[in-house]
Nanobody, 114 residues
Framework: VQLVESGGGLVQVGGSLTLSCTAS????????VTWYRQAPGNQREWVAVIASGGVRMYGDSVKGRFSISRDNDKNTVYLQMNSLKPEDTGIYYCKTTRRNVDYWGQGTQVTVSS
């Protein structure tokens, strides 16, 4: 099982980015998929989750700015990030769990410059 994140980059304050999380050997729609992020020197922070049934939840720091969605045909989960702030900078990871085993991607760097 392999998860691959993409879509990160350098963006100015107030800008937008869309991250993608694709998977091989696992159907993302059958499992919850969670986005996390980690800034240098900080612990990994939970950002958003989409459950297999479609329920979505967000961390307080991103509510109203980020949106998680899923394209079942593409087996991809997205994280649309708007109104980006410098504190959104970090490496973003997606994770899913199958049979009590967590699978992580390698991460994609997001840098928000002021």
């Amino acid at each position: 099982v392999q998860l691959v994140e993409s879509g990160g980059g350098l963006v100015q304050v107030g800008g937008s980015l869309t991250l993608s999380c694709t998977a091989s050997e696992i159907v993302l729609s059958t499992n919850a998929v969670t986005w996390y992020r980690q800034a240098p020197g900080n612990q990994r922070e939970w950002v958003a989750v989409i459950a297999s049934g479609g329920v979505r939840m967000y961390g307080d720091s991103v509510k109203g700015r980020f949106s998680i969605s899923r394209d079942n045909d593409k087996n991809t989960v997205y994280l649309q990030m708007n109104s980006l702030k410098p504190e959104d900078t970090g490496i973003y990871y997606c994770k899913t769990t199958r049979r009590n085993v967590d699978y992580w991607g390698q991460g994609t760097q997001v840098t928000v410059s002021s």
